[in-house]
């Protein structure tokens, strides 16, 4: 792993520092970024867990074909309330800044307003991704209430579009509606399709629908063929489509600033600026700003690279951070495989290691949207 000099290091915390003591998110930010530098030393790209997801659940009310849990019943080993809390007072410990609740679907879980609370109270940003379906008045204003800071939902198309993906009748109205609560409610609302051949076309009417809904932003995913998503892996988009894509968001970005919030995080040759300043953030940040707890108490690299590099009903997360074999590999850029391990940006990119996995079964295999690939797998 790269390193860079002492005075670089003190040259950027004094500029990170002014720059984030404004507002308590880019406080923690920095007070994150500092005593993880403290326990790990300064690498380049930096190692902080800056994002932590915790699938609180494995049970869902909604059977989708892409689903990258296969999320189906409540499992019977689930963390429980206490182990949860002492899993967020460790990321506390650590000045983790955002924790992301998902699932399954979160709701499910009883719980969850007490855990997502207890996060609040301790100074994090809380996050929770949602299919909408449990969604209602009084939890809308519950949630705004409580200090949430964005809630995501899937919507994927319109009604016969979106029940063939989500499989189950009737989840569309159920979805609008509760959409319809949280943006009435004052919440930052997130409107998260994953597109697949299925609902490529439908991508304008969606952002579209989004607008008219009033949510905040739009941000599409790639269908990575893991989980449930591996049983629908011909369904992925074509490199010409994904590219179509790309180019249809730069566009929509430009004409649509002001109204919504366009996330779309490709890979491709305009989304590859670099920071050069001396702290720099992987692109991939499996293994190095982010990580996911599972609900059956496995540290992941990533909500999508399901692969067990620890548990933390046996370990702390610091000790697995530090001594995982899986995330000391992820780490080490120079053991790409393929076109990913000759590219120049792979200690800044290193492409997206889930879909690498989903396509190659190496997590340290090539990733085929990289433009450098030329869409191996398209």
């Given at each position: 792993m790269q390193q860079t000099s002492k005075e670089e290091l003190v040259f950027?915390?004094?500029?990170?520092?002014?720059?984030?003591?404004?507002?308590?998110?880019?406080?923690?930010?920095?007070?994150?970024?500092?005593?993880?530098?403290?326990?790990?030393?300064?690498?380049d790209p930096v190692i902080a867990p800056l994002k932590v997801t915790y699938e609180i659940t494995r049970a869902c009310n909604l059977n989708c074909m892409h689903c990258s849990s296969r999320a189906d019943q409540k499992a019977e080993d689930e963390l429980t309330t206490?182990?949860?809390?002492?899993?967020?007072?460790?990321?506390?410990?650590?000045?983790?800044?955002v924790l992301g609740f998902s699932g399954g679907e979160p709701f499910l879980r009883e719980d969850l307003f007490v855990l997502m609370n207890y996060a609040i109270t301790k100074g994090m940003l809380v996050n929770v991704a949602t299919n909408g379906l449990l969604m209602d008045e009084e939890k809308a204003h519950t949630l705004k209430k409580m200090g949430i800071y964005r809630v995501q939902v899937s919507l994927d198309g319109p009604e016969p579009v979106h029940e063939r993906i989500r499989r189950k009748k009737?989840?569309?109205?159920?979805?609008?509606e509760g959409i319809k609560s949280m943006v009435e409610a004052g919440l930052n609302v997130v409107v998260t399709p994953t597109v697949t051949t299925v609902n490529y076309s439908e991508v304008p009417t969606l952002l579209e629908m989004a607008c008219e809904l009033g949510v905040n932003s739009?941000?599409?995913?790639?269908?990575?063929?893991?989980?449930?998503?591996?049983?629908?892996?011909?369904?992925?988009?074509?490199?010409?489509?994904?590219?179509?894509?790309?180019?249809?968001?730069?566009?929509?970005?430009?004409?649509?600033?002001?109204?919504?919030?366009?996330?779309?995080?490709?890979?491709?040759?305009?989304?590859?600026?670099?920071?050069?300043?001396?702290i720099r953030m992987s692109k991939c940040r499996a293994g190095y700003t982010m990580f996911n707890i599972s609900w059956n108490?496995?540290?992941e690299p990533c909500n999508l690279l399901h692969m067990k590099a620890g548990d933390v009903r046996e370990s702390s997360i610091k000790e697995i951070l530090l001594n995982s074999p899986l995330l000391c590999e992820l780490r080490n850029r120079n053991n790409l495989e393929g076109i990913c391990g000759l590219c120049l940006f792979r200690w800044y990119c290193g492409g997206c290691r889930a879909r690498a996995f989903g396509y190659t079964g190496s997590y340290m295999g090539a990733d085929p949207r990289c433009p450098g690939t030329g869409g191996l797998y398209s």
């Open positions: 950027s915390f004094l500029r990170t520092k002014q720059k984030m003591a404004k507002s308590r998110p880019e406080k923690r930010v920095y007070e994150c970024l500092e005593q993880s530098i403290g326990e790990w030393g300064y690498t206490q182990e949860a809390k002492k899993i967020i007072d460790q990321l506390d410990e650590m000045k983790a800044p009737g989840s569309f109205i159920r979805t609008i739009f941000s599409i995913n790639d269908l990575i063929p893991v989980g449930r998503g591996k049983e629908i892996e011909v369904l992925a988009v074509s490199q010409e489509h994904y590219n179509a894509l790309n180019a249809f968001f730069i566009q929509e970005r430009k004409r649509k600033e002001s109204k919504i919030d366009l996330k779309w995080a490709a890979v491709s040759p305009g989304n590859m600026k670099i920071n050069r300043g001396p108490a496995h540290l």
